[in-house]
């Protein structure tokens, strides 16, 4: 074998809560952001597909479950849905949510299957949306509670916690780029939302540390690192600003528990820092993570500004820098994002280098492919090659990564199973299963996860 993983290696699969679960509106659960949404506007979804029924798992988890053994996976990441535990965001715990969560976590660890569990998939409850979301401080502390009952009934027995899943994706798509609702355009307004994302999760972590749990806590970032066309001063200095807005200004302070100098500097040039209360920079401090999960996809390719914008127009990044479409690049014409390998390589030495080698893993990575069942074979199920190819080139630059000592200590795919994705709905798969849609959400396990249950035995390949 070529490349063997360290022992223990986390072979697995990431998904969410909202993504999978479907059962929306039953046994006490309440609307979330996504709920909502897509009863004023179906629109919004690809073909109108919303966020109701998804892949069922609520009634189905049994044979999910078994299917992760079936396709080789140690441990799986799921989140739990604030909306269906407290369904009024503060207040009674739902316990009809408490047991369906005790007993999916019941079935992992009874299938050798260690749950990662994540409190927060971009889905906040429509309750907490009404009063502001994130801009409101009230959420910081409805969500540290939460994080808490979460902690309390279900920390004996989960040991790897995630306060939230990309946080900075609700910044942007809900605050800066009209992708997700409650589709604002404001840096100042993003700005807040950040800022109070970093505090919640802060004071998450230390409230799970005054538990003394025996367990790990951290955060889940999808780090996009930023390449300039060339060596040119500018191109360079446009990269680097870049790189501290879309990946420093979450990775910085929950790590080294500070905000990147030049981000705070940008910012305050322009009246954009958000208001800071008296104790946020030192919950910050004083709780940095113990495990940082990276969601890798594709990289962020940036030049020079070649026009200013004017004066009056209101703040956004790209004013600082222009996207950069590299001649030649590899891409998935189905979600349009670049695919380059050696990139993961790159993220694991600056983790290393720069942030004292910190316990990561890989916890998303794949290839959203649409139509795939044209590639059914005669027995029935996917050939998804083109998916095993870009695992096994992404994983040779993992082994090199840990071969020259950094600290990673896993890999997880997105995701286990097809499911619904956000405004993209089941437009593109990803899963190492199949949910066949037209079916009753018939379940068949693709060829990229036979390999993967091989993959894992042999602990490489
Ligand atoms: C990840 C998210 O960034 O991308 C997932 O954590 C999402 O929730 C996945 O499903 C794929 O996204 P998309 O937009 O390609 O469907």
Partial sequence: MKYLFPEKFWWGSAASGPQ???AAMIDGRKESMWDFWYSQNPECFHHGVGPTHTSDFYHRFKEDIQLMKETGHNSFRTSIQWSRLIPNGTGEVNEKAVDFYNQVIDELLANDIEPFINLYHFDMPMCMQEIGGWENRNVIDAYVNYATTCFRLFGGRVKYWFTFNEPIVPVEASYLYDLHYPNVIDFKRAAIVAHHTIVAHAKAVEAFRKLELAGKIGIILNLTPSYPRSEDKEDRAAAHIADVFFNRSFLDPVTKGVYPRELVEILQARELLPPVEADDLEVIRNNPIDILGVNYYQPRRVKAKETQES?????MPEHLFDPYIMPGRK??????????????YDIMIDIRDNYDNIPFFISENGMGVEGEEKFRNDAGY?????RIEFVREHLQWVHKGIQEGANCLGYHMWTFMDNWS???????RYGFVEVDLKNSLKRTVKKSGRW????AENNGF
């Fill in 20 to 22: 999978t679960e479907g």
């Fill in 422 to 428: 956000w405004t993209n709905a089941y437009k593109n």
């Fill in 331 to 344: 891409i998935n014409p189905h979600r349009g994002w670049e695919i380059a390998e050696e990139v993961i």
């Fill in 382 to 386: 996917i050939e998804d090659d083109y």
């Fill in 452 to 455: 993967y249950k091989q993959l």
């Fill in 311 to 315: 004066e009056n127009a209101p703040f």
